[in-house]
């Protein structure tokens, strides 16, 4: 397995969600909970992409504590003068996601990069977790396998069973 994605708040959004609805108000801005994700493997690395739009690339933090990669990323609010706001849909706010990587991930090589609101994870499989091809050789002559007697006691029974 290449990861394990958890996200202890998305219920919590849909709650907020559903308690704008029965108070009757337009979503109010609120910190996002999660960052949707794609993630697969091609060949020999695992790539994960997190939606990130309107986040200011400097604010983007990654980090990696054993075989948890965190990502942490800021959206700001705009700071309008004399704005009187009829929507406020857009989160804002500070955010965290973590996945729990499988160990056969080389985290040492890990390459992150932001693009058009995206941000792309790339992690190399390591080179001891990658299929590999096993060669078998032909021999000509079967290989001979030693025999040997281990002698118990006075060893008299014993070689009398093995010589006849």
């Given at each position: 397995m290449m990861l394990t994605a958890?996200?202890?708040f998305a219920a919590t959004s849909a709650a907020f969600r559903a308690l704008d609805q029965l108070a009757g108000r337009p979503g109010t801005a609120r910190a996002l909970s999660g960052m949707p994700m794609d993630?697969?493997?091609?060949?020999d690395k695992f790539v994960a992409h997190f939606d990130l739009p309107g986040v200011d690339p400097g604010s983007i933090d990654l980090s990696i504590e054993g075989t948890t990669l965190t990502v942490s990323a800021e959206r700001s609010v705009p700071q309008l003068e004399n704005a009187e706001w009829a929507v406020a849909e857009r989160p804002y706010g500070s955010y965290t996601r973590q996945l729990v990587?499988?160990?056969?991930?080389d985290?040492?090589?890990l390459e992150a990069s932001y693009h058009d609101g995206v941000l792309t994870v790339s992690i190399p499989?390591?080179?001891k977790a990658r299929s590999r091809k096993i060669t078998v050789t032909r021999a000509d002559v079967p290989a001979a396998v030693e025999g040997r007697t281990i002698e118990h006691g006075t060893g008299a029974?014993?070689?009398?069973a093995v010589e006849g």
């Open positions: 958890y996200d202890p993630a697969y493997r091609v060949g990587l499988g160990r056969s991930l985290t040492d090589r499989v390591a080179e029974e014993e070689q009398r």
